[in-house]
Protein backbone atom coordinates (compact mmCIF):
# COMPACT_ATOMS: atom_id res chain seq x y z
CA UNK A 1 0.00 0.00 0.00
CA UNK A 2 1.12 3.53 -0.67
CA UNK A 3 0.05 7.02 -0.99
CA UNK A 4 -0.03 8.29 -4.51
CA UNK A 5 0.29 12.16 -5.05
CA UNK A 6 0.49 14.27 -8.62
CA UNK A 7 2.71 16.85 -8.07
CA UNK A 8 3.08 20.10 -9.95
CA UNK A 9 5.20 23.33 -8.91
CA UNK A 10 2.13 25.24 -7.98
CA UNK A 11 0.28 26.28 -4.96
CA UNK A 12 -2.47 23.30 -5.33
CA UNK A 13 0.66 20.95 -6.16
CA UNK A 14 2.92 22.19 -2.99
CA UNK A 15 -0.79 21.66 -0.70
CA UNK A 16 -1.03 18.42 -2.46
CA UNK A 17 2.18 17.29 -1.47
CA UNK A 18 1.81 18.76 2.39
CA UNK A 19 -1.46 16.94 2.70
CA UNK A 20 -0.44 13.24 1.25
CA UNK A 21 2.76 13.54 2.92
CA UNK A 22 0.57 13.98 6.46
CA UNK A 23 -1.35 10.71 4.93
CA UNK A 24 1.74 8.99 4.51
CA UNK A 25 2.55 9.43 8.09
CA UNK A 26 -0.78 9.01 9.24
CA UNK A 27 -0.91 5.82 7.38
CA UNK A 28 2.69 4.59 8.24
CA UNK A 29 3.23 3.66 4.25
CA UNK A 30 5.30 5.24 1.47
CA UNK A 31 4.64 8.38 -0.47
CA UNK A 32 4.95 8.04 -4.19
CA UNK A 33 5.59 11.40 -5.64
CA UNK A 34 4.38 11.62 -9.66
CA UNK A 35 5.77 14.47 -11.55
CA UNK A 36 4.21 14.08 -14.91
CA UNK A 37 5.22 15.84 -17.89
CA UNK A 38 3.15 16.19 -20.77
CA UNK A 39 5.59 18.02 -23.18
CA UNK A 40 7.86 14.75 -22.90
CA UNK A 41 11.90 14.82 -23.82
CA UNK A 42 10.71 17.54 -26.18
CA UNK A 43 10.70 20.38 -23.39
CA UNK A 44 13.06 23.19 -23.86
CA UNK A 45 16.58 22.26 -21.84
CA UNK A 46 15.87 25.22 -19.05
CA UNK A 47 12.31 23.94 -18.33
CA UNK A 48 13.91 21.01 -17.74
CA UNK A 49 16.67 21.86 -15.80
CA UNK A 50 13.79 23.72 -13.35
CA UNK A 51 11.70 20.93 -13.25
CA UNK A 52 14.61 18.94 -12.27
CA UNK A 53 15.33 21.52 -9.52
CA UNK A 54 11.54 21.62 -8.48
CA UNK A 55 11.40 17.71 -7.95
CA UNK A 56 15.09 17.39 -6.28
CA UNK A 57 13.93 20.34 -3.75
CA UNK A 58 10.69 17.75 -3.34
CA UNK A 59 13.22 14.74 -2.55
CA UNK A 60 15.21 16.74 -0.23
CA UNK A 61 11.86 18.08 2.15
CA UNK A 62 10.53 14.38 2.65
CA UNK A 63 14.10 13.22 3.41
CA UNK A 64 14.17 16.03 6.09
CA UNK A 65 10.82 15.65 7.37
CA UNK A 66 11.65 12.15 7.50
CA UNK A 67 8.87 10.45 5.12
CA UNK A 68 10.06 6.70 3.03
CA UNK A 69 9.23 8.06 -0.28
CA UNK A 70 9.62 7.70 -3.69
CA UNK A 71 9.81 10.62 -6.83
CA UNK A 72 8.62 9.28 -10.05
CA UNK A 73 9.63 11.93 -13.31
CA UNK A 74 7.09 10.29 -15.68
CA UNK A 75 8.33 11.77 -18.85
CA UNK A 76 6.51 10.08 -21.78
CA UNK A 77 3.65 12.43 -22.36
CA UNK A 78 0.94 10.87 -21.50
CA UNK A 79 -1.95 12.62 -19.62
CA UNK A 80 -1.17 13.04 -15.75
CA UNK A 81 -4.59 11.52 -14.87
CA UNK A 82 -3.08 8.13 -16.88
CA UNK A 83 0.04 8.10 -15.10
CA UNK A 84 -1.50 8.40 -11.52
CA UNK A 85 -4.05 5.99 -11.84
CA UNK A 86 -1.37 3.43 -13.58
CA UNK A 87 1.24 4.35 -10.77
CA UNK A 88 -1.78 3.99 -8.30
CA UNK A 89 -3.03 0.35 -9.32
CA UNK A 90 0.65 -0.52 -9.76
CA UNK A 91 1.72 0.31 -6.09
CA UNK A 92 -1.86 -0.63 -4.56
CA UNK A 93 -2.25 2.87 -3.55
CA UNK A 94 -4.56 3.38 -0.67
CA UNK A 95 -5.46 6.76 -1.60
CA UNK A 96 -4.09 9.20 -4.81
CA UNK A 97 -3.98 13.15 -3.75
CA UNK A 98 -4.50 15.82 -5.90
CA UNK A 99 -4.32 19.55 -5.94
CA UNK A 100 -7.26 21.66 -7.59
CA UNK A 101 -7.15 25.27 -8.39
CA UNK A 102 -10.08 28.06 -7.51
CA UNK A 103 -12.11 27.87 -11.30
CA UNK A 104 -14.34 30.92 -12.43
CA UNK A 105 -18.38 30.18 -11.64
CA UNK A 106 -18.54 28.97 -15.12
CA UNK A 107 -15.04 26.65 -14.63
CA UNK A 108 -16.78 25.05 -11.44
CA UNK A 109 -19.69 23.86 -13.80
CA UNK A 110 -16.56 21.73 -15.30
CA UNK A 111 -13.70 20.28 -12.98
CA UNK A 112 -10.59 19.91 -14.91
CA UNK A 113 -10.48 17.13 -17.75
CA UNK A 114 -7.69 14.83 -15.58
CA UNK A 115 -8.89 15.62 -12.12
CA UNK A 116 -12.58 14.70 -13.57
CA UNK A 117 -10.66 11.32 -15.08
CA UNK A 118 -8.96 10.33 -11.94
CA UNK A 119 -12.09 11.12 -9.33
CA UNK A 120 -13.72 8.77 -12.08
CA UNK A 121 -11.47 5.98 -12.83
CA UNK A 122 -8.91 5.50 -9.60
CA UNK A 123 -8.83 2.54 -8.15
CA UNK A 124 -8.89 3.75 -4.58
CA UNK A 125 -10.44 6.77 -3.29
CA UNK A 126 -8.86 10.43 -4.11
CA UNK A 127 -8.61 12.94 -1.75
CA UNK A 128 -8.86 16.99 -3.37
CA UNK A 129 -6.86 19.17 -1.72
CA UNK A 130 -7.37 23.19 -2.82
CA UNK A 131 -4.16 25.25 -1.85
CA UNK A 132 -4.64 28.20 0.57
CA UNK A 133 -5.85 31.45 -0.97
CA UNK A 134 -3.68 33.97 -2.07
Known amino acids: MAVVVGFVPTNEGRAALRRAAEEARIRSTRLVVISSSRGGKELAPEVIEQHDAELEGVRRELNEAGIDHEVRDMVQGQEPAEDLISVAQEVGASVI ?3 LRRRTPVGKLILGSNAQRILLEAPCPVLA ?6
Open 129 to 134: VKAAPE
Open 97 to 99: VIG
